[in-house]
């Protein structure tokens, strides 16, 4: 009876388990303790690692300058900018894009490794696509913008007869847009080459098309960053301006998004700017008419 106790003890099959409920929650919070602490340790010696690598690469530089000219650097690849390139882990044609960072993309691999990173880039371009989200407008637009993509994308639209089905239509146009998504994955999350996504990711980029027009897709995706980065700068002024009329009083209601359009608050600050010139310059003359 006492091994039989001991056994249900052992395995939680005793009727009190208040007791081993809050042993079991302790244990869990040493457990986690300990995983934080061994985390925050190799987090600090991860970043002395990185500052002794840094005084050694800032000490090597130092010596070059002092041996060579600039322009000798400049050919023999020695400059800051080619030691950058070799520390980021992307291709060279890649590494003045931001959005190209396969640190981002947490658990997946660059597809040269074990099959199991192979099966993780995989799984991460067919995750599920959000229907009428940022990625999918996106693939839209440059769909618009590639000619031959466009012409196979509407290509199953033109044959409309007794035989015609929409939904079929309808699902090869979305596979299209979402080889789209796929391919644009591919390459900011793992850092893919389109010759590499060509030959060996026919199975995800299922779109012939997209396949043959990957470097035009690229750089209209180029294009749709410097344009979101334009539109983000546009909306930050208008928040500044938001902010500033607001403590000028001009409107307290006008804002970024709100009911009235944003417009109207740039033309009253320009009324209020035009009004406070012409005083300024009324001001002058009539200081000057009496000296």
């Not at 989200?133 to 440059?142: F, K, L, S, V, Y």
Request: charged content about 40%; overall charge negative; some cysteine.
């Amino acid at each position: 009876d006492d091994d039989d106790d001991d056994d249900e003890d052992l395995f939680g099959e005793d009727g009190d388990g208040e007791d081993d409920d809050d042993g079991g929650a302790a244990t869990e919070q040493r457990a986690e303790a300990l995983r934080l602490k061994r985390e925050k340790r190799k987090l600090a010696r991860a970043e002395r690692r990185k500052e002794v690598r840094q005084k050694r690469l800032e000490r090597r530089r130092a010596r070059l300058r002092r041996a060579f000219e600039p322009v000798q650097l400049v050919e023999n690849f020695c400059t800051e900018r080619d030691d950058a390139i070799r520390t980021k882990d992307v291709p060279e044609r890649f590494f003045d894009r931001t959005d190209v960072d396969p640190t981002k993309a947490e658990g997946t691999g660059t597809g040269t490794g074990t099959d199991d990173q192979q099966q993780s880039v995989l799984g991460a371009a067919m995750a599920e696509i959000e229907a009428g989200g940022d990625e999918e407008e996106e693939a839209t637009w440059i769909m618009s913008r590639v000619p031959t993509v466009a012409s196979e994308f509407f290509s199953h639209l033109q044959n409309i007869d007794e035989n015609f089905n929409a939904d079929e239509a309808e699902r090869k146009q979305m596979e299209i847009i979402h080889s789209i998504v796929r391919v644009l994955r591919l390459v900011k999350r793992d850092a893919l080459e389109p010759e590499f996504i060509r030959r060996y990711r026919g199975d995800v980029v299922t779109s012939p098309a997209v396949r043959e027009c990957l470097h035009n897709i690229l750089d209209e995706d180029a294009q749709w960053e410097r344009m979101t980065e334009a539109r983000n700068a546009v909306e930050g002024l208008l928040e500044k301006a938001v902010t500033a009329a607001k403590a000028l009083g001009v409107s307290g209601d006008i804002g970024v998004g709100g009911g009235e359009d944003p417009a109207q608050l740039v033309a009253a600050l320009s009324r209020q700017l035009e009004d406070a010139q012409s005083a300024l310059t009324e001001s002058e003359t009539e200081e000057k008419r009496l000296t």
